[in-house]
């Protein structure tokens, strides 16, 4: 079993910068990869990036050239720069482990003047 705690969201002026952070514990040495997904409201949820256990990541979409994502020890980051309105929505940790998929809880992104 994994859990994945999600932290960093919040509100932030359009143009401006926010690091979300994703805490897993358990089983983690069965991870094998780990990412991003968004869900804004009245849309479905969408892959916003991912990290391999070999380090090879993969942003897509809009947010590529603005968010990177990293991984240290069992904490996967996302930093996002230059952040839009169209950002705005709930930010969600995934981890792959075999064949089982696990969530955060997520954390709400508000991009906002």
């Known amino acids: 079993q994994l859990q994945l705690v999600e932290s960093g969201g919040g509100l932030v002026q359009p143009g401006g910068s926010l690091t979300l952070s994703c805490a897993a514990s358990?089983?983690?040495?069965?991870?094998?990869?780990m990412g991003w997904y968004r869900q804004a409201l009245g849309k479905q949820r969408e892959l916003v990036a991912t990290?391999?256990?070999?380090?090879n990541t993969n942003t897509v979409g809009s947010v590529k050239g603005r968010f990177t994502i990293s991984r240290a020890k069992n904490t996967v980051y996302l930093q996002m720069n230059s952040l839009k309105p169209d950002d705005t929505a709930v930010y969600y940790c995934?981890?792959?482990?075999?064949?089982?998929?696990?969530w955060g809880q997520g954390t709400q992104v508000t991009v906002s003047s």
């Open positions: 990290i391999t256990n070999s380090g």
């Open positions: 995934n981890a792959v482990a075999g064949v089982m998929n696990y």
């Open positions: 358990g089983s983690i040495f069965a991870i094998n990869a």
